[in-house]
């Protein structure tokens, strides 16, 4: 299983969520000096997910889940990640905002 196939099974397993959209921008960042470090094959990666383990939580909060879910990954196949976590409630409220 590749990378991202295997960070979205993860997040789905662990924090059940219904969109994960990951888009891989490691050669964005190729020439970068804390990359030459970086453990051989991990990446820079862009995430959105979405998942009612959300509510009622703050963004770090979010984000602490989301780290704490990838933790393995974050050894080994991530070197960077952003994150935006979304509940389904504003996952639909921004998604419909971008549409009119």
């Known amino acids: 299983m590749d990378a991202i196939n295997n960070i979205k099974a993860i997040l789905q397993d662990k924090l059940g969520a219904t969109i994960v959209e990951i888009t891989d921008r ?11 470090n970086a453990p051989e094959g991990s ?3 862009d995430l959105i997910i979405v998942s009612e383990c959300f509510a009622d939580t703050t963004i770090m909060q979010q984000h602490r889940m989301v780290y704490n879910a990838l933790s393995d990954q974050m050894q ?4 960077a990640l952003s994150i935006k976590t979304y509940t389904p409630d504003l996952w639909t409220k921004t998604t419909a905002s971008t549409l009119t």
């Open 43 to 45: 990446g820079h990666y």
């Open 26 to 36: 490691s050669d964005q960042h190729k020439h970068h000096q804390g990359r030459k």
């Open 76 to 79: 080994t196949t991530i070197h």
